[in-house]
């Protein structure tokens, strides 16, 4: 006779699932299969993720087992399964869930997804509770890490906390198998957040649909500020010039490119080639901005919205709030089938920020910031607590890559194949977010951005706290930039020494190759190659086209670009004719300079001034070279943002097709110094999209024979390619085949942007190695 009373052969495990388990439905889940299986015990929160004990025969619960990590919900993450026997109870019945249990916090909180297909059928259900809801969710999908505080993720310690649930929604919460079984931001109109338009001068719009209201002005050219789910955007038509050129200008945007959102991939079709690859990563639950190929005649009906380039940046609907405007310009039909087909309505939507400030995520914030940018507001008030702007990617080589790594992705863990202490590294100056590992895990922070004001020094300082908080991690070492004058290096150092704590810092191209290596299994020396705009060089001058011999925690300088001088320094990073005029003075031609850019400023002194080379500091950034290329074609001759002058080039290549290389284009001398001044010498006449096939067709040719040499000198066969200028698509995917092959194993960035948006998990990896070796 058995414990229960029974003659079946019992046995009882306790279980521990650790991963992204909590916020995701995965109590629901067990207490489901538990009741299938005719499984008795209990599962519940903690910091660890999510424990129980579980009473069957053994057949069941190697069932229950293999079907947790099977059929284990759509938005968790099961890392690992930890069973132990323990002794079966008399007369244990029944499946509970109980309430949470705190302790050390090892688990880590979801991040924010899509609306699922579920709720879209709620959303448009004129006889459902929630039909035109702004704020529907369920343990499937919505907000997870913009609105906790920290773990475990209880609905106390998120912004939902003040709104006490009516008793239909407490009924759906308390009832293990329904889907929003303890989905912490549950709602619905009677008992949650509330829509409101709000005027610029603050005044609430008395409207019966704030979110109709607020498309009829969009539709008439207004600028509307919409509150997200990581927070504000500022929209408008894409489709009138005149509003999208109105928001260039009071954003002060230059002509840098806007994001577009669409209602699906049929209506992405419409502007864009969007292959299978493309269409999955734009439906997928994290619905980051995708750069995708532009139609022939796409500049026709996005007029102003990405002008020069070859791309554009194409999103679909993320919120409920999202949909509804869609819903509305489709007339508000019944169920879903309607968002099958291409819809008309595109949406200029970007971030709701004055130029390079951070996102605004606070209502009476957004009145006070946004004051002469947006004509109206359409927010609600369910607090946002973590800003997390749009995360932005395309398909390289058949795979999604990073550009901008934030909302749907923050805090997923990549993991680093070593465990070590825990170390919070900084990043860098731009594009900055920060990275705590813990264990074997690194957690990359949401993109802070330019740290250029007050403003984003505090937010990366906010997000700093944030992370630690969330994670329950306090770290043992700190990593940083070797640049001094970085806020990020500076606050770095004050945390160190307030904390008593080992810091590393990490040269900034030997961490680009790191992030590339914290995503592989690779545990020997590798050749890097960091081709990127700028980085403080161990000699202290600008590098930024590098070949590394990385080993771990060391690296050894075995190459790098001839160095091209910076005429009025940092300067000449925002103004490409100055880096044309730099090489025709190498060239030996600076006659050329004045007539040539008679037009800009200060041209008639440049040639005296590189004579001089008084105020010309070298660098050997590959960024730079990118710029003189694009100076002395007439490309682009002043920047309004950052790498336009490269992505010009880049679209015009795309343009001309497949070109041949400057014959003789380049030299490597015995020093293994890599020289394109012939190239640029033959680009200084001819048309420009010609000249800008020629310069992507060379520099690849050139890359290559410089990158297989020094491997096969070195005895090295795996290369791994990092840095901002691995943005280009001509030039990564073209060096990654040449490479390939030659026989070479590349690595490149997936997980992490190639850009200084992955820098921190470089400086975290290399800290990690330094710390165990």
């Not at 590098?543 to 001088?565: I, K, M, N, Y």
């Not at 006659?591 to 004579?611: M, V, Y």
Request: hydrophobic share 45%; glycine share 10%.
């Amino acid at each position: 006779m058995n414990a229960d009373g029974t003659g079946a052969r019992l046995a009882r495990n306790r279980i521990r699932v650790r991963g992204v388990v909590q916020g995701v439905g995965f109590r629901p889940f067990v207490f489901r299969l538990a009741q299938q299986l005719d499984l008795a015990g209990w599962v519940r929160n903690d910091g660890a993720g999510v424990e129980m004990e579980v009473q069957g025969p053994p057949g069941n619960l190697s069932a229950l087992l293999a079907r947790m990590i099977k059929e284990a919900p759509p938005l968790a993450r099961v890392d690992t399964v930890e069973r132990a026997d323990c002794t079966p109870l008399t007369g244990d019945r029944g499946f509970t869930i109980r309430p949470s249990e705190g302790g050390a916090v090892t688990t880590a909180i979801g991040p924010d997804t899509a609306v699922c297909p579920a709720c879209l059928g709620e959303l448009f259900d004129p006889a459902n509770r929630r039909w035109r809801y702004a704020l529907i969710n369920c343990t499937e999908c919505g907000p997870r890490y913009t609105l906790t505080r920290h773990l475990p993720y209880d609905r106390a310690n998120t912004s939902m906390a003040g709104f006490v649930q009516c008793e239909t929604c407490q009924d759906e919460y308390d009832a293990p198998a329904h889907r929003r079984f303890h989905a912490e931001p549950n709602a619905c109109p009677d008992c949650g957040p509330q829509l409101a338009l709000v005027q610029a001068d603050g005044v609430r719009v008395a409207s019966r649909d704030p979110v109709a209201d607020a498309l009829l002005h969009i539709l008439t050219g207004h600028i509307v500020a919409i509150k997200g789910v990581g927070g504000f955007n500022l929209v408008c038509d894409a489709r009138n010039p005149e509003a999208v050129e109105r928001l260039r200008e009071r954003k002060q945007r230059g002509d840098k490119p806007f994001a577009v959102m669409v209602a699906n991939v049929a209506s992405a079709r419409q502007y864009a080639r969007v292959g299978n690859a493309e269409a999955a990563l734009l439906k997928a639950p994290e619905r980051p901005i995708v750069l995708l190929d532009k139609l022939s005649d796409a500049d026709m009906h996005l007029w102003g919205v990405a002008p020069d380039l070859d791309q554009v940046g194409l999103m679909l609907p993320n919120a409920p709030l999202h949909y509804l405007l869609f819903h509305d310009e489709a007339g508000r039909p019944s169920g879903t089938a309607w968002l099958d087909a291409p819809q008309p309505l595109a949406l200029v939507m970007t971030s709701a920020n004055p130029g390079g400030e951070p996102l605004v995520i606070d209502n009476t914030e957004a009145l006070a910031r946004l004051a002469g940018i947006a004509d109206l507001y359409l927010m609600h008030d369910r607090d946002v607590l973590v800003r997390c702007d749009d995360s932005v990617a395309r398909i390289a080589d058949g795979a999604p890559a990073f550009v901008r790594r934030a909302r749907g992705y923050t805090p997923q863990a990549i993991r680093i194949g070593r465990k070590g202490p825990p170390v919070l590294a900084f990043g860098s100056y731009l594009k900055n977010a920060v990275c705590l590992t813990r264990g074997d895990e690194a957690f990359l922070s949401q993109h802070v951005g330019d740290l250029s004001n007050a403003a984003t020094c505090a937010a990366m300082d906010a997000t700093v706290e944030h992370l630690m908080t969330v994670l329950a991690c306090r770290p043992e070492w700190i990593a940083c930039d070797r640049h001094p004058d970085s806020y990020a290096t500076q606050a770095a150092h004050r945390f160190a020494e307030a904390h008593e704590l080992p810091l590393i810092a990490v040269q900034h191209h030997h961490a680009h190759i790191g992030a590339v290596l914290a995503e592989q299994p690779v545990d020997e020396p590798v050749l890097g190659l960091a081709l990127d705009g700028v980085g403080l060089g161990d000699d202290g001058t600008a590098w930024g086209g590098e070949l590394l011999r990385v080993d771990g925690a060391s690296f050894e300088r075995l190459g790098h670009l001839a160095p091209l001088a910076l005429p009025g320094g940092d300067r000449a990073a925002r103004e490409p004719w100055r880096m044309a005029a730099s090489a025709l003075h190498a060239m030996g031609r600076s006659a050329e300079i004045a007539p040539r850019f008679a037009h800009q400023r200060g041209s008639e002194r440049i040639g005296a001034l590189l004579d001089a080379g008084t105020r010309c500091p070298p660098t050997t950034s590959m960024g730079r070279w990118f710029d003189a290329a694009a100076g002395l074609l007439g490309v682009c001759e002043v920047m309004h943002y950052e790498g336009e002058a490269a992505m010009r080039l880049e679209a015009l290549a795309s343009h001309y097709g497949p070109a041949f290389a400057q014959p003789g284009g380049w030299h490597i001398d015995a020093a293994n110094t890599l020289d394109l001044m012939p190239t640029l010498a033959a680009l200084t006449g001819g048309d420009a999209p010609r000249g800008a096939a020629v310069f992507h067709a060379t520099l690849v040719a050139a890359l290559e024979a410089w990158v297989a040499s020094t491997a096969r000198a070195q005895g090295l066969r795996t290369v791994a390619l990092g840095g901002g200028c691995f943005l280009n698509r001509q030039l990564a995917e073209g060096l990654s085949r040449r490479l390939s092959t030659r026989g070479l194993t590349v690595l490149r960035a997936r997980q992490a942007p190639t850009n200084d948006g992955g820098l921190a998990l470089g400086q975290a990896w290399v800290a990690i190695r330094a710390a165990m070796d």
